[in-house]
C-alpha cells in the first residue's frame, strides 16, 4: 500500500468510527392527521442523511385528545423511548415539566417566529417546545353550488344555517340524496371544544374562563349559540356528525357531500389533491359570526415540537425538533400540506402563496384567533376542557338544554378550581 492509500485507508476507518460513536437512534411521537404523519416521515429521513443519526416515527391517534392522554402516562413513568414530542399548543402549561427548556438552544432561530407563539410556548421563562405550525380554522363552501344558486357565503350563522338548508333541499331533489349542508366536529374531544369557542365567543358569550381566571360560560348569550348548534343537527348536519372528528368531516366533504365544512387548513391542500371529488371547486371565508356587529371568531391552534426531559439523546433530539421547525421545513410544509407557518417571512413567500393562494391572506385571520383558555387554567386547562366537550356534546346529543348543562358546568368548574387555578 503506497502512502496516500494509507492515509486514505486511515482517514475511511477515522471517519466511520467517529461517525458510529457519534450517532444515535432517536424517536417522535408524532399526529396521524391527513398526511402529517408521511411528511414527518419524509423530513426524517433528510435529517437522517444530513446527520446520520436514525429516527423512529411512534404514530399516535389523530385525537388530539387521546394523544395527550397517552403523553401523559409516558411521561408520568418517566418513559426514556420517546424522545420528541409532537405537542398541541394547548398542552405547554400542563406539560412544562416534563419538557427541556429550548430557550438557549434555539437562541439563533427563534426571533423569526411570531412572538405570540413563542409566549404560548413559555412557561414561567421556560421554552417547552418549538413552533411547528399554527393553524386557524375557516368555512370552507362550495362555489360551484353557491353560484348555481345565487348565494355569497355567508357572514352570520343565521345566514349559514338557511343557506345550507335551501341548497341542501334543492340538490336533494335534484338527486343528490347523501348531499349534507355543513360539516364540523361534534365528537367528544378536543376538537368539539374548539368549535364550541367559536359559536360562542362569536355570540359575544364569552371564553368558557376569562384570561383572569374567572369562569363565565354560564351565560344567555352562550346557551344561545349552543341551542343554535342543536337545531343543525339532524337538519344540515347528520347525526353522525356527533362522532366526527376533522378527517370524518373532511371524508363527506371531500367526497361531495357537503355544502359547507369547519375545518382546520390543513383541508385545503387535501381538497384539492388528485383523487378530491371537489378539487378546484370550492373557496374558504373565515367562519360566520354569532350576530351582526360581533367579530367572527376562530380557534388557535397549532402544532410544537418539543423534547423529554428522560430522553438519552437530548442533543439529537434538540437538533431534530430544531430542523422540524426551520424555515425550510415550515416552507416545504405550507406549500404541501397547506399548514400554516410560524415564521411571518414566509407569509410573504412566492412560492407558498403560489401553492396555497388563501394562505398570505389567513395572517389576519390568525393573528386574531382566540385562544382556548390553558394559559388562565394552566394544569387543569384537560380537564376544563373535558368538562366542556361533555356539557357540550349532551346538549347537541339532547341530553339536557343548554341551559341545564352550562348551569352544571359552572358548578364542576367552580370545583375544579377551588382557591384558583
Ligand atoms: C387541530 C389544531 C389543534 C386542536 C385540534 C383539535 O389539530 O391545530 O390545536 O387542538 O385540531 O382537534
Same mark, same amino acid.
Given at each position: 500500500?503506497?502512502?496516500?492509500?494509507?492515509?486514505?485507508?486511515?482517514?475511511?476507518?477515522? &471517519?466511520?468510527?467517529?461517525?458510529? =460513536?457519534?450517532?444515535?437512534?432517536?424517536?417522535?411521537?408524532?399526529?396521524?392527521?391527513?398526511?402529517?404523519?408521511?411528511?414527518?416521515?419524509?423530513?426524517?429521513?433528510?435529517?437522517?442523511?444530513?446527520?446520520?443519526?436514525?429516527? !423512529? #416515527?411512534?404514530?399516535?391517534?389523530?385525537?388530539?385528545?387521546?394523544?395527550?392522554?397517552?403523553?401523559?402516562?409516558?411521561?408520568?413513568?418517566?418513559?426514556?423511548? $420517546?424522545?420528541?414530542?409532537?405537542?398541541?399548543?394547548?398542552?405547554?402549561?400542563?406539560?412544562?415539566? /416534563?419538557?427541556?427548556?429550548?430557550?438557549?438552544?434555539?437562541?439563533?432561530?427563534?426571533?423569526?417566529?411570531?412572538?405570540? #407563539?413563542?409566549?404560548?410556548?413559555?412557561?414561567?421563562?421556560?421554552?417547552?417546545?418549538?413552533?411547528?405550525?399554527?393553524?386557524?380554522?375557516?368555512?370552507?363552501?362550495?362555489?360551484?353550488?353557491?353560484?348555481?344558486? @345565487?348565494?355569497?357565503?355567508?357572514?352570520?350563522?343565521?345566514?349559514?344555517?338557511?343557506?345550507? !338548508?335551501?341548497?341542501?333541499?334543492?340538490?336533494?331533489?335534484?338527486?343528490?340524496?347523501?348531499?349534507?349542508?355543513?360539516?364540523?366536529? *361534534?365528537?367528544?374531544?378536543?376538537?368539539?371544544?374548539?368549535?364550541?369557542?367559536?359559536?360562542?365567543?362569536?355570540?359575544?358569550?364569552?371564553?368558557?374562563?376569562?384570561?383572569?381566571?374567572?369562569?363565565? #360560560?354560564?351565560?344567555?348569550?352562550?346557551?344561545?349559540?349552543?341551542?343554535?348548534?342543536?337545531?343543525?343537527?339532524?337538519?344540515?348536519?347528520?347525526?353522525?356528525?356527533?362522532?366526527?372528528?376533522?378527517?370524518? =368531516?373532511?371524508?363527506?366533504?371531500?367526497?361531495?357531500?357537503?355544502?359547507?365544512?369547519? +375545518?382546520?387548513?390543513?383541508?385545503?391542500?387535501?381538497?384539492? *389533491?388528485?383523487? @378530491?371529488?371537489?378539487?378546484? !371547486?370550492?373557496?374558504? $371565508?373565515? &367562519?360566520?359570526?354569532?350576530?351582526? *356587529?360581533?367579530?367572527?371568531?376562530?380557534?388557535?391552534?397549532?402544532?410544537?415540537?418539543?423534547? %423529554?426531559?428522560? @430522553?438519552?439523546?437530548?442533543?439529537?433530539? #434538540?437538533?431534530?425538533?430544531?430542523?422540524?421547525?426551520?424555515?425550510?421545513? /415550515? !416552507?416545504?410544509?405550507?406549500?404541501?400540506? @397547506? +399548514?400554516?407557518?410560524?415564521?411571518?417571512?414566509?407569509?410573504?413567500?412566492?412560492?407558498?402563496?403560489?401553492?396555497?393562494?388563501?394562505?398570505?391572506?389567513?395572517?389576519?385571520?390568525?393573528?386574531?384567533?382566540?385562544?382556548?383558555?390553558?394559559?388562565?387554567?394552566?394544569?387543569?386547562?384537560?380537564?376544563?376542557?373535558?368538562?366542556?366537550?361533555?356539557?357540550?356534546?349532551?346538549?347537541? %346529543?339532547?341530553?339536557?338544554?343548554?341551559?341545564? +348543562?352550562?348551569?352544571?358546568?359552572?358548578?364542576?368548574?367552580?370545583?375544579?378550581?377551588?382557591?384558583?387555578?
Amino acid at each position: 500500500m503506497n502512502i496516500s492509500m494509507r492515509v486514505l485507508a486511515l482517514c475511511g476507518s477515522v &471517519l466511520s468510527t467517529g461517525f458510529a =460513536a457519534q450517532a444515535a437512534e432517536i424517536s417522535i411521537a408524532a399526529n396521524s392527521t391527513g398526511k402529517g404523519l408521511n411528511f414527518i416521515r419524509e423530513q426524517v429521513s433528510v435529517f437522517e442523511k444530513q446527520t446520520g443519526h436514525k429516527v !423512529k #416515527i411512534v404514530s399516535m391517534p389523530p385525537s388530539s385528545s387521546e394523544q395527550f392522554s397517552q403523553y401523559r402516562l409516558w411521561l408520568a413513568a418517566g418513559n426514556t423511548d $420517546v424522545d420528541v414530542y409532537q405537542t398541541d399548543v394547548v398542552w405547554a402549561p400542563q406539560l412544562a415539566e /416534563q419538557f427541556v427548556d429550548l430557550t438557549e438552544a434555539t437562541k439563533d432561530v427563534i426571533g423569526q417566529h411570531f412572538p405570540s #407563539i413563542v409566549a404560548s410556548q413559555t412557561v414561567d421563562g421556560k421554552l417547552v417546545a418549538m413552533p411547528m405550525y399554527t393553524d386557524a380554522p375557516a368555512l370552507f363552501y362550495r362555489k360551484d353550488l353557491l353560484e348555481k344558486y @345565487s348565494k355569497q357565503p355567508p357572514k352570520t350563522w343565521t345566514e349559514l344555517a338557511e343557506t345550507a !338548508k335551501d341548497i341542501q333541499d334543492k340538490e336533494r331533489a335534484a338527486g343528490l340524496k347523501d348531499i349534507w349542508g355543513f360539516v364540523f366536529q *361534534g365528537s367528544a374531544y378536543e376538537g368539539l371544544t374548539c368549535n364550541a369557542l367559536e359559536w360562542i365567543a362569536s355570540a359575544g358569550g364569552g371564553r368558557i374562563v376569562e384570561t383572569n381566571g374567572d369562569i363565565s #360560560i354560564n351565560n344567555e348569550k352562550a346557551a344561545a349559540a349552543l341551542d343554535m348548534a342543536k337545531s343543525w343537527i339532524g337538519t344540515i348536519s347528520p347525526q353522525g356528525a356527533l362522532a366526527y372528528k376533522e378527517e370524518e =368531516a373532511r371524508g363527506i366533504w371531500q367526497t361531495g357531500n357537503s355544502v359547507f365544512m369547519r +375545518n382546520w387548513t390543513y383541508t385545503y391542500a387535501l381538497g384539492n *389533491g388528485a383523487d @378530491s371529488a371537489i378539487k378546484g !371547486k370550492f373557496g374558504v $371565508v373565515p &367562519l360566520p359570526a354569532g350576530a351582526e *356587529g360581533i367579530a367572527p371568531a376562530s380557534t388557535l391552534g397549532g402544532w410544537n415540537v418539543a423534547v %423529554s426531559k428522560y @430522553s438519552k439523546h437530548q442533543d439529537v433530539a #434538540i437538533a431534530l425538533v430544531k430542523f422540524l421547525g426551520s424555515a425550510e421545513t /415550515q !416552507k416545504k410544509r405550507a406549500v404541501e400540506l @397547506s +399548514n400554516m407557518p410560524t415564521i411571518a417571512a414566509l407569509y410573504d413567500d412566492k412560492d407558498v402563496a403560489a401553492a396555497q393562494p388563501f394562505m398570505p391572506l389567513w395572517k389576519p385571520i390568525f393573528e386574531t384567533a382566540v385562544p382556548r383558555p390553558s394559559a388562565a387554567t394552566k394544569v387543569k386547562y384537560n380537564e376544563v376542557s373535558a368538562k366542556f366537550w361533555g356539557a357540550v356534546h349532551n346538549t347537541l %346529543s339532547g341530553t339536557g338544554s343548554a341551559a341545564e +348543562n352550562l348551569e352544571l358546568l359552572e358548578v364542576e368548574l367552580t370545583d375544579l378550581k377551588g382557591n384558583g387555578w
